[in-house]
């Protein structure tokens, strides 16, 4: 059956009814229109042709789909909560875990927002009092010294106190920065398997506001930092556009994704993205184990299936000799690189794992496999990797090489195009490495073998 969201007179009719509302009031005649067209449609299909309407399209606004959210409860019996309620009840469940990450990441909102406006009627506050002060010293000092004295107290109290709301604020608007492992997640473990259900235009609109979101909370967290120094209605403003965003997005999240993930995903699905989560970390340090420890057995007996086949029966041509699949995995995975193999149809076929998917210098994980390569990227990168691939798949370039700094580490990033011997294009090979160690060599020449210790034992 062909899905609901490509039905071109489906977004029409949504829209005209959506658009009649009046005052923002839900009309009979709207009510009508909705069960005639859409009663039989199913509700996963509303949804994703709404998120369309506003997210792509801008022809509907968010008043209106609180609008379809009460045609969708009359007409359904139900609310949008209502499609994933089984799974918030399973503790520890990734959806569990990511509504409670929505609702802690709603406080700490609310605590910023707050400190934000203690620290605005805090200079308001001091200004009155500096312009009270100005204006006595005009009328000549007419009141009596005392009251400068009081006035100087006060003064000296709000400029405490201020400095301790700002303290406050850049604590809490770094506990807010955790949103980051959340926003991970969803694009590295949600959005690769929602793909694989057809579904790409709402990771990919998605993914996108999520790099404005981060670029507007780094903003704002920047001139944060400068205060006191900076004047605090920058700040204040830089905020009040990431908030805006920020609430929209959990929105988004709640009102769509989760619907449209938990209708999709299968059991097995939910046990890959549990398994694959802590590489990317959590908003709230107190997750739940107790699904872990579920996936965790469904992994063992996957693993032992696995194990059964062997590995060793068959060594094979490699290069100037042989080695079986066991030893060939092996040697791939003890290399002090990280790599990884795209494919000549673009898509991400291996990396080698030589340390946990949570220590690599770029977090990969299974769930990733078998996803364009593109898709594994944010959107606002897009243009930039379809060039690299062009170019080395036509062998513009032969090779191309990056360096940056990273959490202590200096990385350096290498793009090869590899053929086989008769010219014919495989896919491209990048590996990742800390270069940082070479360059701390402590002499030029080390020829003698080290004694052990604990930096060459394990």
């Known amino acids: 059956m062909q899905e609901a969201r490509f039905d071109t007179n ?3 009719r949504l829209k005209n009814i959506l658009n009649k509302s009046i005052n923002d009031q839900q009309t009979d005649e709207m009510q009508r229109n909705f069960e005639k067209y859409f009663k039989e449609i199913p509700l996963i299909e509303t949804l994703l042709i709404a ?9 509907i606004t968010s008043l209106e789909i609180e609008q379809l959210f009460k045609l969708l409860y009359t007409t359904f019996g139900y609310t949008v909560d209502d499609l994933y309620s089984k799974q918030l009840q399973e503790s520890g469940h990734p959806v569990q875990v990511f509504h409670e990450e929505n609702k802690n990441l709603m406080l700490v909102l609310t605590d910023v927002a707050r400190l934000m406006t203690e620290i605005t009627n805090n200079i308001e506050t001091s200004n009155n009092q500096d312009s009270k002060a100005s204006n006595n010293l005009l009328e000549n000092i007419k009141s009596p010294s005392g009251e400068y004295e009081t006035m100087n107290k006060t003064q000296e109290e709000n400029f405490s106190k201020r400095a301790l709301l700002i303290n406050d604020l850049k604590e809490k608007y770094l506990q807010l920065g955790r949103f980051f ?17 057809g579904h790409f235009t709402l990771a990919r609109m998605m993914w996108a506001d999520d790099d404005q979101i981060r670029n507007l909370y780094k903003g704002t967290k920047s001139m944060i930092e400068r205060l006191p120094k900076l004047p605090f ?35 097995e699905d939910w046990l890959a993205v549990g398994k694959e989560s802590d590489a990317y970390g959590f908003v709230m340090d107190d997750v739940d184990e107790l699904w872990q420890n579920k996936q965790s057995s469904e992994s063992t007996i996957s693993s032992q299936t696995t194990e059964s086949i062997d590995f060793e029966s068959t060594p094979i041509p490699f290069g100037g000799g042989y080695l079986t699949i066991k030893e060939a995995d092996q040697i791939l995975n003890n290399l002090p690189v990280e790599i990884t193999f795209v494919d000549k149809f673009g898509v991400f ?15 990969r994980t299974p769930t990733s496999i078998g996803r364009n ?21 036509t062998k513009r370039r032969l090779i191309e090489t990056m360096w940056f700094k990273k959490d202590g580490k200096y990385i350096h990033i290498t793009y090869k195009g590899l053929f086989d011997q008769d010219d014919n294009y495989l896919g491209i090979l990048e590996y990742v490495q800390d270069i940082q160690p070479f360059l701390e060599l402590p002499r030029k020449v080390k020829k003698e073998i080290a004694k052990i210790d604990d930096k060459n034992r394990k």
């Open 10 to 12: 489906l977004f029409k």
């Open 51 to 59: 998120y369309e309407l506003k997210n792509v399209h801008r022809e």
């Open 181 to 197: 492992s959340h926003y991970h997640r969803k694009e590295k473990l949600f959005f690769p398997i929602l793909e694989r259900y």
């Open 233 to 267: 209605k920058y700040v204040q403003k830089s905020f009040k556009l990431f908030e805006d965003r920020f609430k929209s997005m959990i929105f988004q999240e709640q009102s769509f994704l989760l619907p449209v993930v938990c209708h999709y995903f299968s059991e």
């Open 349 to 363: 076929k291996y990396f080698n794992d030589k340390v946990k998917s949570s220590e690599m210098m770029f977090i």
């Open 373 to 393: 390569v593109g898709h594994c990227h944010p959107p606002k990168s897009m243009q930039k990797i379809a060039q690299l691939i062009s170019d080395l798949k």
